[in-house]
């Protein structure tokens, strides 16, 4: 099969490699429909996760079909149709058992285009399959659903449960990319009074607008700390998001704050930030941080299909699934590109609708 492998810092290529088999019992193999790629995806690119080795296949979100199955399979068969999610489960582990998967010790947690070969690929071994993947609801479409594998449970689990967003509360969101923007269409579930969207790019603050912010602050134009404090009766935010990722907007995530006030991190830092505990030791902050669980997939893919929750809007480009080294280029530039979501589509199969055709046909 064809598959995206990363090579060292800098180095990807679209290669002829191995079809993945089953290797443990509790695996599936799934042919990869549609897939993306992710931020991550470029912070292994650039070296900054050294864990993931040259020949790792990248890539941890997809929609496919179950084509293998090993023994201890009991919930799935061959040809469902599946959502693969960035994070894996052991279900056994006691962060498992605590429903905190991100950080299972079993063999799970974020693994795919991480520490085992990943799902930018015409086909991947996927480990611990009942406990992991999720069954698409019939009707749902493969972009309906796959942003479920990653921005959208991370942003609503890390950004807006954690940051415990109430009805009424105002939320400032630091950094409008996908995740950023996930925060601010997931925040919205729980009617905050007033979303405000922090960025230094207008063109990414105009999709903010467009993903529900009521407010927008271009802080390079303009003091983010000024406006909020205008906004608020010179309190601070209720809940702010750090969906960036920098020293500089973590440390700004701290002034933007009220007393009392919660800060969701949920960027991936490469740095350390300053905790100015000088300022803040007596404000009564609550700080969190964290990887996604992926414990809400099952309630946002209801959402979805309830029509509560539409994530197609993330999507900006499609490429065929052969075209991946060209979907990097677009999405490693997307401040040209204005890129948020690249979707990636596998050609479809030409056998299984011909004998769906002559069954149909043999029915009738
Ligand atoms: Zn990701
Ligand atoms: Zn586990």
């Keep these: 099969m064809k598959a995206l492998v990363y090579h060292g810092p800098g180095q990807r290529s679209w290669d002829e490699v191995p079809d993945p088999v089953i290797e443990e019992p509790t695996d599936i193999v799934v042919r990869i429909e549609t897939s ?32 293998e199955k090993g023994a201890a399979v009991s919930t799935l068969e061959i040809g469902d149709r599946v959502l693969v999610s960035c994070i894996t489960s052991c279900g056994r582990c006691r ?25 930018q690929a015409e086909q991947a071994r996927v480990p611990f399959a009942d406990t992991s993947v999720y069954k698409v609801p019939q009707g749902l479409t493969d972009e309906q659903v796959l942003f479920l594998a990653d921005i959208l449970p991370t942003a609503f689990e890390v950004g807006v449960l954690n940051g415990g967003v109430q009805p009424g509360d105002t939320v400032a969101v630091v950094g409008a990319g996908p995740v950023g923007l996930a925060v601010i269409m997931t925040a919205r579930l729980f009617t905050p009074g007033r979303i405000i969207a922090i960025d230094l790019a207008d063109t990414r603050l105009e999709k903010a607008r467009e993903f529900g912010a009521d407010v927008t602050v271009n802080n390079g134009t303009e003091d983010a700390v000024e406006r909020v404090m205008e906004l608020t009766d010179g309190l601070g ?22 007393p009392g006030g919660r800060i969701a991190n949920v ?58 080294m060209a979907a990097y280029d677009t999405f490693a530039d997307a401040a040209t590109t204005h890129a948020l979501k690249v979707v990636l589509e596998a050609q479809p199969l030409a056998m299984p609708s011909d004998e769906a055709a002559q069954s149909e046909i043999a029915i009738a």
């Design 267 to 324: 960027g991936v830092h490469g740095h350390p930030a300053t905790l100015h505990l000088e300022k803040l030791w007596a404000r009564g902050l609550t700080i969190t941080t964290g990887l996604v669980d992926a414990f809400t997939t099952p309630q946002l893919l209801k959402l979805v299909a309830e029509g509560r929750l539409d994530a197609t809007p993330f999507v900006t480009h499609r490429f065929p699934l052969d075209e991946t």
């Design 237 to 258: 935010a209720d809940v702010v998001v750090e969906a960036v990722g920098l020293p500089a907007t973590f440390e700004l995530c701290t002034e933007l704050v009220r």
């Design 36 to 67: 993306t790629l992710c931020g991550s995806d470029l912070h292994i690119l650039k070296g900054d996760v050294p864990e993931t080795t040259p020949g790792t296949i990248l890539g941890h979100e997809a929609v496919g079909t179950v084509t």
């Design 95 to 119: 962060f498992c058992k605590e429903a905190r998967y991100g950080l299972c010790t079993g063999g799970g947690g974020w693994i795919f285009g991480h520490l085992i070969d990943g799902l």
